[in-house]
C-alpha cells in the first residue's frame, strides 16, 4: 500500500474550516484554497533532494544548495485541481504543468476526460497530480493511469480532502503513488460526496452550479 500522509498543520486546519463552511463566498473560497496549497507544497516538496552550486554573493564566493534534477511537473485535474495549482506554482515557478480535463459523471460517478496536454517528456520527473478532492477516487485513478501511459514514474497526489473509500481504492490501484492529503472525512453519501466535506469544489470555486 502507498503511504498516505494527513498534513494537519494548525493553520491547514483553521483555513479547511473557513471553506467548509457553506457562507463562505466564492472569493474567499478560491483565496483560502491557494494559501492551503502553499502549506501542502511545502510538505510534499520536503524531500526533494538537492545539489551544490558555485555563486558568488556579494562578499565571497559559495556552495550553495539548489533543486537536484529536472522541473517537477505539477498535473492539474480541471476544474477544481486549478485552485491547488496556482498556489503551487506561487511556491515552484519553474514548474511545468499538465492540464488534465477529467469530470466525473453525476449519475454514474465514472471519470469523463475531455482534455490532455502535458509536458512532452515525463519519465524521470517529479510528478505531482493535485485535485481538491479524492472522492470515489475515480478521477484521480483515471489521471494517474494516463500519465504513466505517457511515461510518467514516479508520482504523488496531493489533494485537499479525502474519504476513506477513495483512499482505500488509489492506494490499490497506484500502490507505488504517495498521497498527501489535509484531512479524511468520515464517509461518501449515496451521491459520491464526502461527508461532511465542503460541497462541490469546482463549483464552490467558480460560483457556478
Ligand atoms: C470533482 C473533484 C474531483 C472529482 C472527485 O470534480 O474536483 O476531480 O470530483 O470525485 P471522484 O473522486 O469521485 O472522481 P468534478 O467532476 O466535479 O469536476 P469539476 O472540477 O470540473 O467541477
Ligand atoms: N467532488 C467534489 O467536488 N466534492 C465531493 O464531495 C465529491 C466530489
Not at 12 to 37: C, N, P, V, W, Y
Not at 59 to 82: C, D, H, W, Y
Not at 174 to 199: C, Q, R, S
Given at each position: 500500500?502507498?503511504?498516505?500522509?494527513?498534513?494537519?498543520?494548525?493553520?491547514?486546519?483553521h483555513?479547511?474550516?473557513?471553506?467548509r463552511d457553506?457562507?463562505?463566498?466564492?472569493?474567499?473560497?478560491?483565496?483560502?484554497?491557494?494559501?492551503?496549497?502553499?502549506?501542502?507544497?511545502?510538505?510534499?516538496?520536503?524531500?526533494l533532494?538537492?545539489?551544490?552550486?558555485?555563486?558568488?554573493?556579494?562578499?565571497?564566493?559559495?556552495?550553495?544548495?539548489t533543486?537536484?534534477?529536472?522541473?517537477?511537473?505539477?498535473?492539474?485535474?480541471?476544474?477544481a485541481?486549478?485552485?491547488l495549482?496556482?498556489?503551487?506554482?506561487?511556491l515552484?515557478?519553474?514548474?511545468?504543468v499538465?492540464?488534465?480535463?477529467?469530470?466525473?459523471d453525476?449519475?454514474?460517478?465514472?471519470?469523463?476526460?475531455y482534455?490532455?496536454?502535458?509536458?512532452?517528456?515525463?519519465?524521470?520527473?517529479?510528478?505531482i497530480?493535485?485535485?481538491?478532492?479524492?472522492?470515489?477516487?475515480?478521477?484521480a485513478?483515471?489521471?494517474?493511469d494516463?500519465?504513466?501511459?505517457?511515461?510518467?514514474?514516479?508520482?504523488?497526489?496531493?489533494?485537499?480532502?479525502?474519504?476513506?473509500?477513495?483512499?482505500?481504492k488509489f492506494?490499490?490501484?497506484?500502490?507505488?503513488?504517495?498521497?498527501?492529503?489535509?484531512?479524511?472525512?468520515?464517509?461518501?453519501n449515496?451521491?459520491?460526496?464526502i461527508?461532511?466535506?465542503l460541497?462541490?469544489a469546482?463549483d464552490?470555486?467558480?460560483?457556478?452550479?
Amino acid at each position: 500500500m502507498s503511504s498516505v500522509t494527513v498534513v494537519d498543520h494548525p493553520l491547514i486546519q483553521h483555513k479547511l474550516t473557513i471553506m467548509r463552511d457553506k457562507e463562505t463566498s466564492t472569493a474567499g473560497f478560491r483565496r483560502l484554497l491557494r494559501e492551503i496549497a502553499h502549506l501542502l507544497c511545502y510538505e510534499v516538496t520536503r524531500d526533494l533532494e538537492l545539489e551544490l552550486k558555485t555563486i558568488e554573493t556579494p562578499i565571497q564566493e559559495m556552495q550553495a544548495p539548489t533543486l537536484k534534477g529536472k522541473k517537477l511537473v505539477f498535473a492539474s485535474i480541471l476544474r477544481a485541481g486549478n485552485g491547488l495549482l496556482e498556489g503551487m506554482l506561487d511556491l515552484v515557478p519553474a514548474a511545468r504543468v499538465a492540464h488534465i480535463g477529467i469530470y466525473r459523471d453525476h449519475e454514474t460517478l465514472q471519470p469523463v476526460e475531455y482534455y490532455f496536454k502535458a509536458p512532452s517528456s515525463l519519465d524521470d520527473r517529479l510528478i505531482i497530480v493535485v485535485d481538491p478532492m479524492l472522492a470515489t477516487a475515480n478521477s484521480a485513478i483515471a489521471a494517474v493511469d494516463r500519465l504513466k501511459r505517457r511515461g510518467a514514474n514516479n508520482l504523488r497526489f496531493l489533494c485537499l480532502l479525502a474519504a476513506p473509500e477513495g483512499v482505500e481504492k488509489f492506494t490499490k490501484a497506484h500502490p507505488d503513488v504517495p498521497v498527501f492529503t489535509a484531512a479524511i472525512d468520515d464517509h461518501l453519501n449515496e451521491k459520491g460526496y464526502i461527508v461532511p466535506g465542503l460541497g462541490d469544489a469546482g463549483d464552490r470555486m467558480y460560483g457556478t452550479k
